[in-house]
T-cell receptor
Framework: ETGVTQSPTHLIKTRGQQVTLRCSSQSGHNTVSWYQQALGQGPQFIFQYYREEENGRGNFPPRFSGLQFPNYSSELNVNALELDDSALYLC??????????FGPGTRLTVL | GESVGLHLPTLSVQEGDNSIINCAYSNSASDYFIWYKQESGKGPQFIIDIRSNMDKRQGQRVTVLLNKTVKHLSLQIAATQPGDSAVYFCAENEVAAGNKLTFGGGTRVLVKP
């Protein structure tokens, strides 16, 4: 186990709805990165948070947003859900240039 | 748990044999490469990493080879065991651009008893 936890484990939403996914980082880690993993593909970088500020973003639209809290836990918010948003959402915690430790992921299904 | 690798290339290997998984990377400026193992229903798990100033690194039963000339990375697993059955991903990282991993497409390894 990596010490990184995510909630919920599974989630079902309908198109147009909004979703919030949560991640608790490993103790001592101040950086959280979020990835989207479609079925049968490798994870794709969404964005990263370092000390409560966004620290880099991948090729995802603005309806994907995030937050990091003072305890370094993080949220991923997705607005106006689309069918293609169905995926496993992974968070990884690390020190700024250190090894990333992944959580088990949240499986989001959009109907 | 759900299957991670429904449409991934599959490597079938006999228990006890050696496995070799290959990966082509895209960014010639990447300076850090990692192999991850992902089992069904779990997040990626770190196996081994290598810096761009090295061409080989060995761990316990695993060896990573890096060929920067052709931008190729491989993972060798010695004496493959049933517990090695999983999907394997390579990832690259350009540290100067931030600690953001770019993952390859993955290979499913199936170990036959």
């Amino acid at each position: 186990e990596t010490g990184v936890t995510q909630s919920p484990t599974h989630l079902i939403k309908t198109r147009g709805q909004q979703v919030t996914l949560r991640c608790s980082s490993q103790s001592g880690h101040n950086t959280v990165s979020w990835y989207q993993q479609a079925l049968g593909q490798g994870p794709q970088f969404i964005f990263q948070y370092y000390r409560e500020e966004e620290n880099g973003r991948g090729n995802f639209p603005p309806r994907f947003s995030g937050l990091q809290f003072p305890n370094y836990s993080s949220e991923l918010n997705v607005n106006a859900l689309e069918l293609d948003d169905s995926a496993l959402y992974l968070c990884a915690s690390s020190l700024p240039e250190g090894e990333q430790f992944f959580g088990p992921g949240t499986r989001l299904t959009v109907l | 748990g759900e299957s991670v690798g429904l449409h991934l290339p599959t490597l079938s290997v006999q228990e006890g044999d050696n496995s070799i998984i290959n990966c082509a990377y895209s960014n010639s400026a990447s300076d850090y490469f990692i192999w991850y193992k992902q089992e069904s229903g779990k997040g990626p798990q770190f196996i081994i990493d290598i810096r761009s100033n090295m061409d080989k690194r060995q761990g316990q039963r695993v060896t990573v080879l890096l060929n920067k000339t052709v931008k190729h990375l491989s993972l060798q697993i010695a004496a493959t065991q049933p517990g090695d059955s999983a999907v394997y991903f390579c990832a690259e990282n350009e540290v100067a651009a931030g600690n953001k991993l770019t993952f390859g497409g993955g290979t499913r390894v199936l170990v036959k008893p």
